[in-house]
């Protein structure tokens, strides 16, 4: 695998999952055109309280 190939896929999966939720999450707040790093930071967010969240449960809190 080529690191270009890699760095397609990241950014791919970047901008499919992770942007993506965040514009429509910032979008239900009414917030049509949030700047890219805005949505990435929410998107990033969203990830991670989905992720403490599946940990919460598998521990059982």
């Given at each position: ?32 055109d ?5 949505s990435?930071?929410i ?5 991670a ?13």
């Amino acid at each position: 695998m080529s690191s270009r190939f890699v760095r397609d896929l990241f950014s791919f999966l970047i901008e499919t999952f992770v942007t993506a939720i965040g514009r429509r999450l910032l979008w239900e707040m009414n917030e049509y055109d949030p700047p890219e790093i805005v949505s990435l930071v929410i998107g990033l967010v969203f990830w991670a309280l989905v992720v403490l969240l599946v940990y919460a449960a598998v521990l059982g809190w």
